[in-house]
């Protein structure tokens, strides 16, 4: 099909090789209202098969080693799952085994065992919230905010977390804490994977890659934090599946903004072979192999999810300095 002969024209093999990556969070068991941009079980099992079509899932550590070796297949590809979903390992495990394929899950190990990240938190907690209104004062605004249908939940948690999200992780987490006694929300089911979990991922053959423990903003934090963060996190999973982590991406993403090259050298010196951020594009020979980029595939057709592949390809959007 004409999809195929372009991707491999613009996903050539050996060293003019482009590695596309591409990432997901969560994997929901049916459509969520909430969270419009998050594929279902169904639309992620169309997603693996127009990915399967259009181009070569390969085992994620193998990709990264054939890119630098110059031996990728044309249209190689990854598949990449942040911050370690319970969902991930419930719904999205048994779509990728049936589709044959091998992904890395980089997982934020402080939320493992019960833990949520506190945008999760703010979503739940308006999804189950017993009062009509989130009060206008737990959110620094002047007005309360309506709940009575999912469009006005949605756009109180957008509102809610662009006020929230530049807060200190101490501050925020306090806000969120009152966010949800002023929803008077009853408890969320458990969001993350468990220790038990994570490792049942690893021996399926599932990459489990560092993504830090708490998912901070790493340019926020002083260099002594940062090492913890990243280090300690690939502690955690090394001790959870047995294997030292030799993939890493880095929360959020971008850089400049969200990490620098600090973290890169933190990154490096605990050990990754192999760092992943959220900018678009595709990584070549001559990417740097601590900023490797990474794609989200939103589109709900499956010509229109090729094309974007496809222009995703074009993108020479990678990082090429090497720090
Ligand atoms: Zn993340």
Not at 225 to 249: H, K, N, Q, V, W
Request: include cysteine.
């Amino acid at each position: 099909m004409m999809l195929g002969a372009l991707t491999s024209l613009a996903s050539p093999s050996g060293g003019r090789a482009r590695l596309t990556t591409f990432y997901f969070h969560r994997v929901l068991p049916q459509p969520d209202p909430l969270l419009p941009g998050e594929p279902d079980a169904r639309r992620f099992d169309a997603i693996l098969g127009w990915i399967g079509n259009q181009f070569r899932v390969l085992d994620p550590l193998d990709a990264c080693e054939r890119l630098y070796a110059g031996t990728l297949p044309a249209r190689a590809a990854i598949v990449s799952f942040d911050d370690g979903y319970r969902n991930n390992f419930e719904i999205a495990l048994p779509i990728l085994q049936r589709h044959g394929m091998k992904a890395v899950v980089f997982v934020a190990t402080a939320f493992l065992d019960g833990g949520c990240m506190f945008n999760d938190r703010v979503i739940e907690a308006v999804r189950r919230a017993a009062a009509p209104v989130l009060p206008g004062d737990a959110i620094a605004s002047a007005t309360d905010l309506p709940l009575r249908g999912d469009a006005e939940r949605r756009a109180a948690i957008s509102q809610t977390l662009d006020a929230i999200k530049g807060l200190l992780p101490d501050d925020r987490n306090q806000r969120v804490a009152r966010i949800e006694r002023a929803l008077g929300a009853p408890a969320a089911e458990r969001l993350m994977m468990d220790a038990r979990e994570v490792a049942a991922m690893s021996r399926a053959g599932m990459h489990i890659g560092g993504h830090t423990r708490t998912h901070p903003i790493l340019c926020a934090l002083d260099d002594a934090s940062a090492t913890d963060e990243i280090a300690g996190g690939l502690d955690d999973l090394t001790a959870i599946t047995g294997t030292r982590p030799r993939l890493f991406a880095y929360p959020n993403g971008r850089y400049g903004r969200d990490y620098d090259r600090r973290h890169v050298a933190m990154v490096d010196a605990a050990g990754c072979a192999y760092a992943f951020t959220t900018q678009p594009g595709a990584a070549t020979l001559a990417s740097n192999r601590l900023e490797l980029p990474r794609f989200t595939p939103w589109a709900r057709t499956r010509m229109r999810f090729g094309l974007m592949a496809l222009r995703n390809l074009a993108d020479a959007g990678a990082r090429v300095a090497r720090h």
